[in-house]
């Protein structure tokens, strides 16, 4: 098999940008481990910045998100029961899309079978070849039977654990980390949102996000030790630690129910440098983590595929190849700030047991300072509705 460019991961950057690709005329095949099913049983992020709005618009897969998602024009915080509302749209310009990450998938994986792109799901032995040579090799398994698809470019959109960043040398990548000694416990319910905005709260005991997906549907995290058991954790247990969290007047508003999932999500930041080797781009998780706090993983990810997408365009209608090596460069910088971002918004909400009182006092001094004064305020805008994109030329 011969195509223009090999997608490794059909999740939403993958996703997102062989339906970029495609529109721009440049043909893809996409290569993912798991099956459908499996892909859309993830449930993570549902915080659209507006840029990323822009891209599934472009993509023209925005006709359900448009229709179904939440515009939010503010958030709130709120520290030893106090609320302090952030009107982000009055401060930054902009607003952000409640539509969960599931339904983004969803729309992408319709949107691609209705124009026949095409997309191995369940592929197995995945490896890329010759990324220094004049055209790539990607080698794979489908159901038994040995492939090879040669291409010019491949972009790796397969996570963390995907085989695309070990293809880079040793010698060359630079991997940067930051754990955290707590996680979050989150459970999905079919139950009304307790607030219209989301609320970032932080208590004694640990953070709280009351987060949506829908006016029916909610998403609850809790801050909690690396060392819980989900299974330990009963829907009554989660919904009485909640209520112990929030103040009296969001308490006696919540609406509890049946869980439809639950799970604990460790907290970390990484990022690999470079984002380019060759004819190899990584995307996504494939070259960065952060901790939730800050709604930048998939927004991150589209991030890169803006740029991926543009530069792909220019070098295939254009002749621009001296644009490759650009893409490490323009990703990166929008991703370290996003990374800063998540980075300040863990610091500043959650209860870390490790601090000495020179850090709980500097933690407190942000708070204040953050949330008490409008340029304070403006910055936490101007981060989580989303930094411009930087022209591609």
Known sequence: ??????????????????????????????????????????????????????????????????????VHDGVEFLFNGKRYPIP????????????????????????????GGTTFYQTRNVEIHDLQETAARVDFEYHGEKYSVECEYVAGCDGFHGVSRQAIPKEILREYERVYPFGWLGMLSDTPPVNDELIYAHHDRGFVLCSQRSLTRSRYYLQVPLTENVDDWTDDRFWEELRRRLPDTLANKLQ????????????????????????????????????????????????????LWRILCKVFHE?????????????LRRVWKGERFSWFMTGLLHEFHDRDG????????????????????????????GLPFEPVE
């Open 1 to 70: 098999m011969k195509t223009q460019v090999v997608i490794i991961g059909a999740g939403p950057s993958g996703l997102l940008l062989g339906q970029l690709l495609q529109h721009a005329g440049i043909s893809n095949i996409i290569l993912e481990r798991q099956s459908p099913e499996y892909v859309l049983g993830r449930i993570r992020a549902g915080i659209l910045e507006s840029g990323t709005v822009d891209l599934l618009r472009k993509a023209g897969v925005s006709r359900r998100m448009d229709a179904e998602g939440l």
């Open 88 to 115: 982000l749209k009055k401060l930054s310009g902009k607003s952000v899309m409640v539509y969960g990450q599931t339904e983004v998938t969803r729309d992408l994986m319709a949107a691609r079978n209705e124009e």
């Open 256 to 307: 509890t129910g049946p869980s439809l999932e639950k799970s604990i999500a460790p907290l970390r930041s990484y990022v690999a440098e470079p984002m380019q080797y060759g004819r190899l781009f990584l995307v996504g998780d494939a070259a960065h983590i952060v901790p939730p706090t800050g709604a930048k993983g998939l927004n991150l990810a589209a991030s890169d595929v803006n740029y």
């Open 319 to 331: 002749g621009r190849t001296d644009l490759i090596p650009r893409y490490s460069e323009l990703a």
């Open 358 to 385: 020179f850090d709980q006092r500097i933690q407190q001094a942000d708070r204040e300072y953050y949330l008490s004064s409008e340029a304070g305020q403006t910055t936490i805008a101007e981060n989580y509705v």
